[in-house]
């Protein structure tokens, strides 16, 4: 376990803060290098938000209503079930946000059927995150997901090698969050 963590933590070991801090970083100095004059206001990065438990609503969403990551537009928020996407949603609306509603399968088809939809951040449980990883990828996702990234050492690396081999070489990034210490 600690020799996978290491390898996870080298790997894709940065906190969604960081993450987030890349991505509203990295699109205004994309714009602007192409536009040294800054007559083009920097876009919006579109995100997806699956899963609606507690961490998705109380560590993402006030991570995401934060001053510093405005570029991040909440685009769509996601649950299996319709009752807990709708709590979500709530809550999301007492932050400023006006996300997308959908649930199911259905809703999670749009999702990766909708190009504006740049990247999707996972708060679902474990068993269910290696194959939609590889879904969003498959899709032109870029992701953040939960740690672990797999049930045991071999599917983590197994994960990690076929992101590697597969996907990061098309530009798509895929980062594991990491909880920052107080």
Do not use: C
Not at 47 to 59: K, P, V, W, Y
Not at 71 to 88: D, F, G, N, Q
Request: net charge neutral; hydrophobic share 45%.
């Amino acid at each position: 376990g600690e020799v996978l963590y290491i390898h996870i933590v080298h790997l894709v070991g940065l906190s969604i803060s960081i993450l987030i801090h890349i991505v509203t970083h990295t699109i205004p100095i994309l714009y602007y290098t192409l536009d040294p004059y800054r007559t083009i206001p920097p876009m919006p990065f579109n995100l997806a938000l699956l899963g609606s438990g507690l961490f998705a609503t109380n560590s993402y969403l006030p991570a995401l209503a934060k001053e510093s990551n405005k570029e991040i537009h909440l685009h769509t928020i996601w649950s299996r079930s319709e009752k807990s996407v709708t709590t979500l949603a709530a809550k999301a609306k007492e932050l400023g946000f006006t996300p997308r509603v959908l649930h199911g399968e259905a809703g999670l088809q749009t999702i990766w059927a909708d190009a504006a939809i740049e990247g999707v951040s996972f708060v679902l449980p474990i068993t269910t995150q290696p194959e939609l990883i590889i879904t969003a990828l498959q899709h032109g996702k870029h992701v953040i997901s939960e740690k672990p990234v797999g049930k045991d050492v071999e599917a983590a690396k197994q994960l990690i090698a076929r992101y590697e081999s597969e996907f990061k070489p098309k530009g798509l990034v895929w980062r594991v969050a990491e909880s920052e210490s107080p």
